[in-house]
């Protein structure tokens, strides 16, 4: 049995760096390689803190969503601020979500997990709500004790 809430929350912007997934939707393997070369990309070229000089928080969404039959993976920040020229504004929906949380020792392996989790029990055990699309996102909230702590937030309406 998974370990998830539902929350209601307010609309928000996330402002966020983007690429085009290539790998099949199944093909769990080559989208994780995929989303760690783009992480490291962003990370490693200074577009990620240029996104967080922008950021109303400390927060980091690893945003996915599908935009024009494309499997979209975004790096971002919330932001009400304008977008760089090459970032995107993803908006999020008022209204209740699915929240699992977890902590891991790397930001990529926590969004592996909470993606799993999230995806691969909570979703088919939450009988009463259904995510219907929209983006979603993993939330890298912080550290303690060692270990990086966030939170998955998928959209969702009751059934």
Do not use: C
């Not at 967080?52 to 599908?66: C, G, M, Q």
């Not at 691969?120 to 004790?145: C, D, F, I, S």
């Amino acid at each position: 049995m998974a370990d998830y809430t539902l929350e209601e929350k307010d609309g928000f912007t996330v402002i966020g760096l983007g690429t085009d997934l290539k790998s099949h939707y199944t093909d769990f393997a080559g989208i994780n390689k995929e989303k760690a070369e783009f992480w490291q990309a962003v990370s490693e070229d200074g577009r990620l803190e240029t996104l967080k000089s922008i950021a109303e928080n400390d927060y980091i969404f690893a945003v996915n969503e599908a935009v024009n039959n494309k499997m979209m993976h975004y790096a971002g920040v919330m932001s009400e601020a304008p977008a760089p020229e090459e970032a995107r504004v993803i908006q999020f929906p008022k209204g209740e979500y699915l929240v699992v949380k977890g902590e891991e020792e790397t930001a990529e392996e926590l969004m592996n997990k909470l993606t799993g989790i999230a995806f691969g029990q909570a979703l088919p055990e939450a009988k009463n709500v259904a995510y219907v699309g929209g983006p979603n996102a993993t939330v890298e909230m912080g550290q303690r004790n060692g270990f990086i702590y966030g939170e998955m937030w998928i959209p969702v309406v009751r059934k």
